[in-house]
C-alpha cells in the first residue's frame, strides 16, 4: 500500500434516480470514519460526486436533489436531439455549487462521459466544472447531448457505467457503489421505457469484470425494483444505499481490511468543509 496517492477513493455508477442510494451509502461510510478523498463517478455518480466533492454532506445533497416530481429534473423539448431536457438537474447544480472548476473543489474528482464523435470514454478532471457534470448524465436519445469543444457528448455509462479507471493504482482503499441491477421488466413498450431499458442493459453489462478491482463494493439488488427516472422514491432508494452499507461494514473481513488501511487518526476525521 505504500506509495499510494490517495487513503480511500470511490467510484459511483450510474443509475439515473437510483443515484440517490450513492447519497446513503456516503452517508454510511461518513458515519463510520471513512472520507472518500478522490471520487470518479458516472451519470448519476457524477452529480452526486461532483456536490460531495464541493464540501455538501450527503442529507444536505438529498435536500437539493429530492422531489415530489418528475419536472424537477426534465421538461419536454423537441425531439430532435433528445425526448428530455436536464434543466431542473442543471438548475440544481447552478444554485449550489460554489467550485465552477475541478480545481476549486475540496475533493479531487473524476467525472466521465462518451464522446460521441470519436467513440471513447473521456475521464474529465480539470478545467470548467458544470458542462461534463451535465453530459455525463445525459443519457442519449432521452436527453440532449452536451457539445463541448465542438465535441458531442453524452452519458458515460454508455462507455463506462463503473468508472473504476482513473482510480487503479492511486487508492489504499477503494470502495465501488453500483446502483444498476437489472430485473426483470414487464412494461417496455413506449419509446422512452424501451430507451431506458436499453440503455441499462448496455451498462450492466461490463461489471462483472470490474467488482475484482475494488476492496469494498457495494451493489443492493433491491435496487432493481425502482426506475432510473423516477426521483419520487428517492427517501427509499436512499436508506437502500445507507442499509447496505452498514451491513457491509459489519462484516468481519472488511471490517479487518477498513481498520487496517484507516489509521485511528484518519477514522476521526471529519468531512472536507463540514
Do not use: W
Not at 57 to 70: G, L, Y
Not at 130 to 151: T, Y
Not at 213 to 225: G, M, N, R, S
Amino acid at each position: 500500500m505504500a506509495g499510494k496517492q490517495y487513503k480511500t477513493g470511490i467510484a459511483l455508477s450510474g443509475g439515473g434516480a437510483r443515484g440517490f442510494a450513492h447519497l446513503g451509502v456516503l452517508e454510511a461510510l461518513n458515519e463510520h470514519g471513512i472520507y472518500p478523498d478522490v471520487i470518479a463517478g458516472t451519470s448519476a455518480g457524477a452529480l452526486v460526486g461532483v456536490l460531495y466533492a464541493d464540501g455538501h454532506s450527503p442529507r444536505e445533497i438529498m435536500n437539493f436533489m429530492n422531489s415530489t416530481s418528475r419536472l424537477h429534473y426534465i421538461r419536454p423539448t423537441v425531439p430532435r436531439e433528445g425526448l428530455l431536457q436536464i434543466s431542473g438537474i442543471a438548475r440544481i447544480l447552478k444554485e449550489h455549487l460554489r467550485a465552477k472548476t475541478f480545481e476549486e473543489l475540496k475533493i479531487k474528482l473524476y467525472v466521465t462521459a462518451t464522446d460521441l464523435n470519436n467513440g471513447r470514454c473521456e475521464y474529465f478532471s480539470s478545467g470548467e466544472l458544470l458542462d461534463p457534470v451535465i453530459a455525463s448524465a445525459s443519457i442519449p436519445v432521452l436527453f440532449k447531448p452536451v457539445i463541448m469543444n465542438n465535441i458531442c457528448y453524452v452519458d458515460g455509462g454508455v462507455m463506462d457505467n463503473m468508472p473504476v479507471k482513473p482510480l487503479e493504482g492511486k487508492c489504499e482503499l477503494l470502495i465501488g457503489s453500483y446502483v444498476n441491477p437489472v430485473g426483470y421488466e414487464e412494461n417496455v413498450t413506449s419509446l422512452v421505457q424501451i430507451a431506458e431499458r436499453t440503455f441499462m442493459l448496455n451498462m450492466s453489462k461490463e461489471i462483472n469484470e470490474k467488482i475484482r478491482k475494488f476492496d469494498v463494493y457495494i451493489a443492493p439488488e433491491e435496487l432493481k425494483d425502482y426506475k432510473i427516472l423516477d426521483p419520487e422514491k428517492a427517501i427509499e432508494v436512499f436508506d437502500i444505499g445507507y442499509n447496505a452499507t452498514k451491513k457491509k461494514l459489519q462484516e468481519n473481513e472488511i471490517r479487518k481490511l477498513i481498520d487496517g488501511v484507516l489509521k485511528p487518526e484518519q477514522t476521526g476525521s471529519s468531512m472536507p468543509g463540514s
